[in-house]
């Protein structure tokens, strides 16, 4: 039997398979002078319970934004975005991965991928560089990417896509995440705490007082004594002690429970650094909770993740003729059907949606013809309103209400006088 053989070219080199700049000038200049370089940060933002959830509850709503690609200087990468930017993601967990590096480290780089020929563009991949230090390279900007598998690799700024949270001090990436440390300190104390008193309270079980002062050895053996008297082989369930205790005392365990107070102030801060609340990370949020998180926290990363893309992938002549990646949501997901309907029925009649646009607001199905933009008859274009004067407005109702009011008492239609009420509306 044949044995396989194993792929010669590592994920890294199907990453950086191009040919990479070796000669590197010196550190590149910032007007800050703040050191232009960031570290993934190593702390337990991700690894504690809370701040994880609320990570992971952002990103899988960001990870439902849908790429829209307009333009004529269509290509393989855009392309891509609809359903898989790089071989081993689809457009969600490529949304998804983004939006976590971001939370984590307050900087998220994202690459273009290439073909064989190291020219066509082909896709997008979000690395996690364990170190990034910016680099003048014959005057260009540069990146210098350090991974933990001692590797590295240089890239163009230009060809990087770099977004960023709280960029501050920073002229190229945001300031990182040491900010929330002391609230990770804190919940790392309340479980520890939490802890340490559920095992005290569960270890001490007796108190007993001795007859007599005795040495260390004579109390040890008196407490081992009556332990083994409440071991679970004991099938009598009762336990004796002698003259050597004038009394032994049950201790009732007692539950620990974390301050309330306190705990809520260590989850705000947590919730605030973030801009969610509970009702989101617990998927319990109702409509207006919902829209003022897509609004501060899903819909900015969503733009900023347009430009980024959009500055990576076109030149500055084709973004001046129209082209750009931008993504968008259905924010009527967690609407109420009165306020889709309400809402559809307002953008479907003035011709700004389409059928198949209100049918993903209900989850339903696209239909053919549905790509088609109508509107309702009794609205006048602004420019041919001088057209429309008053008396012929008047005659038209007149004639309405004349149809209406025959319809209502049951009065047949003459063809010939219909003809005439349809020429005379005309």
């Known amino acids: 039997m044949a044995r396989l053989k194993p792929r010669l070219r590592s994920m890294f080199?199907?990453?950086?398979?191009?040919?990479?700049?070796?000669?590197?000038?010196?550190y590149f200049s910032t007007f800050t002078a703040y050191q232009p370089s960031f570290t993934t940060w190593t702390g337990g933002i991700y690894e504690a319970e809370l701040t994880r959830s609320i990570i992971e509850s952002g990103a899988n709503h960001a990870s439902k934004l849908k790429p829209e690609v307009s333009g004529t200087a269509q290509n393989h990468a855009t392309a891509s975005l609809a359903y898989q930017?790089?071989?081993?993601?689809?457009?969600?967990?490529f949304i998804k991965r983004i939006y976590t590096m971001l939370q984590v480290n307050d900087t998220a780089l994202i690459i273009p991928l290439f073909a064989d020929d190291n020219a066509?563009?082909?896709?997008?991949?979000?690395?996690?560089?364990?170190?990034?230090?910016?680099?003048?390279?014959?005057?260009?900007?540069?990146?210098?990417?350090?991974?933990?598998?001692?590797?590295?690799?240089?890239v163009e700024w230009s060809r990087v896509g770099v977004m960023t949270r709280h960029q501050y001090r920073s002229d190229l990436f945001g300031d990182g995440t040491n900010v929330l440390n002391p609230t990770l300190e804190l919940m790392h104390a309340q479980t520890e705490g939490e802890m340490n008193a559920i095992k005290q309270g569960a270890f001490i079980r007796f108190i007993g007082k001795l007859s007599q002062n005795r040495n260390d050895t004579d109390r040890e053996k008196a407490a081992k004594d009556f332990n083994k008297q409440l071991d679970p082989s004991n099938a009598g369930g009762i336990a004796v002690?002698?003259?050597?205790?004038?009394?032994?005392?049950q201790i009732t365990p007692s539950s620990y429970t974390v301050d309330a107070a306190q705990m809520e102030r260590i989850e705000k801060s947590a919730y605030r650094f973030f801009g969610t609340n509970e009702d989101v990370v617990l998927n319990k949020a109702?409509?207006?909770?919902?829209?003022?998180?897509?609004?501060?926290?899903?819909?900015?990363?969503?733009?900023?993740?347009?430009?980024v893309l959009t500055a990576m992938t076109y030149t500055k002549n084709e973004i001046a003729h129209g082209n750009e990646i931008m993504f968008s949501a259905n924010r009527l997901e967690f609407a109420s059907n009165t306020t889709k309907l309400a809402v559809s029925t307002a953008l479907f009649d003035r011709g700004i949606w389409n059928g198949n646009q209100v049918a993903d607001v209900f989850q339903s199905p696209h239909y053919e013809g549905g790509e088609r933009h109508v509107i309702r008859g009794e609205y006048i274009d602004l420019g041919l309103i001088s057209e429309h004067t008053a008396e012929q407005a008047a005659s038209a109702a007149q004639t309405n209400a004349n149809i209406a009011l025959s319809e209502q008492i049951g009065a047949p239609k003459d063809k010939g006088q219909g003809g005439n009420d349809a020429k005379q509306a005309e």
């Open 13 to 26: 080199d199907s990453v950086f398979h191009g040919k990479q700049m070796q000669a590197v000038n010196g």
């Open 85 to 93: 930017p790089n071989p081993w993601m689809t457009t969600p967990q």
């Open 120 to 154: 066509t563009h082909v896709g997008y991949y979000p690395v996690l560089p364990s170190k990034c230090t910016a680099y003048d390279v014959g005057g260009e900007l540069w990146l210098k990417l350090d991974f933990p598998t001692a590797e590295s690799v240089y």
């Open 241 to 249: 002690y002698d003259r050597i205790f004038d009394d032994v005392k």
């Open 286 to 307: 109702n409509e207006d909770t919902y829209n003022a998180f897509y609004e501060g926290n899903i819909e900015t990363f969503a733009v900023q993740l347009g430009y």
